[in-house]
């Protein structure tokens, strides 16, 4: 497993708590995950990842701006 730790920071006026937990339940196999928030946003902080860690950040990413944007149309 990968040790090192990224940490996101998600505008709360794009991304909805919804989505960040689905993403994140779909994604905790692959790395651990702690979310926090602060008025403005989302705070994610990504460690222990059993892939390279860029490319699950990536990965994590994508999946959820296709989450989000799905559940907007």
Known sequence: MNKTMTELKLSKIIYEHENIKEAVDDFSKMAY????????YYLISISDSKYPEERTVKEFENYLIDLTYKRRK
């Open 33 to 40: 995950f702690k979310v926090t928030e602060s008025d403005e």
